[in-house]
């Protein structure tokens, strides 16, 4: 992270109020650098697609969502497209009451007003005033909000980080996992082994996720459904609009539409 952003944030880590907002805008393209937070984090994006590395999951959060990350914990950021970032320092106690774990969180309506007036709010807010109201019902709207799953973990294995690097700068390649385990200078069967024990998944499985997650940044950066679809290596629009479902619950149309509604 860079000094200047350092010395803008640090009056808000350090605030006596247990959630306080703050409020930037970034250009296209910056990556931050890993670096971490005395105080938890709520990040959301008014507009514009953030990506987040902690040190084992790989996060997208559009506009429509927001993610939590826990004091202390390393991450760093990029931004796709300008970023309007909108974020929520909260104090142990505060933080508390929303959770241990980082987490992408459904952004209600309600909970996107409620990030911006407290934005709005100085740091240091009267302790009985608007400033108190808005953080209660912040912390309360954080809490009862819908995970959503947006993360895709990382490996630590280097011969695994080269194929999973690669995957993540293009998720349309439709190498096999014999190919790939060519790249990583292994066997098949030790790749498929790694792919398990480090991520949870198998190859298709976590290419699987990367797949739908790059399409749902597609989509909400007002990509249409059938150009995400290829963007993200689906043969057939059908195909895609299955998986994109079953994994996010909604359809590609209704994401890019919701994106739309809320960038209104």
């Known amino acids: 992270m860079s000094p200047t952003r350092q010395a803008e944030i640090e009056p808000f880590e350090t605030a006596q109020r247990p959630v306080v907002g703050f409020s930037r805008d970034y250009e296209a393209g910056l990556w931050s650098g890993f670096h971490s937070h005395p105080r938890a984090q709520l990040m959301y994006a008014v507009s514009g697609v953030?990506?987040?590395d902690t040190l084992d999951t790989s996060y997208v959060v559009p506009p429509t969502t927001a993610l939590f990350l826990p004091a202390g914990a390393q991450h760093a950021m990029g931004m796709d497209g300008a970023v309007a970032l909108r974020e929520l320092f909260l104090a142990e106690d505060a933080a508390r009451r929303v959770g241990d774990q980082p987490?992408?969180?459904s952004v209600s309506g309600l909970l996107r007003e409620v990030i911006l007036a407290a934005c709005a709010e100085p740091v240091d807010w009267e302790p009985e005033g608007r400033g108190k109201h808005l953080a209660e019902l912040a912390l309360d709207e954080i809490a009862r909000a819908t995970p959503l799953p947006l993360g895709l973990p990382l490996p630590r294995d280097p011969r695994l980080r080269k194929v999973i690097e690669a995957l993540r700068k293009r998720p349309q390649d439709t190498r096999s996992l014999d190919a790939w385990?060519?790249?990583a200078n292994t066997s098949?069967?030790?790749l498929a082994r790694l792919f398990r024990a480090e991520l949870g998944l198998s190859f298709r499985q976590w290419r699987q996720q990367t797949r739908l997650t790059e399409a749902l940044r597609a989509l909400t950066l007002g990509t249409s459904p059938a150009r995400a679809a290829t963007i993200a290596g689906f043969e057939s629009s059908p195909a895609f609009g299955a998986a994109f479902r079953a994994h996010f619950g909604i359809t590609p149309g209704q994401?890019?539409?919701l994106q739309a509604g809320l960038s209104s």
């Open 50 to 52: 953030m990506r987040l």
């Open 188 to 190: 098949p069967r030790t």
């Open 181 to 183: 385990s060519e790249v």
């Open 255 to 257: 994401a890019r539409r």
């Open 103 to 105: 987490k992408v969180i």
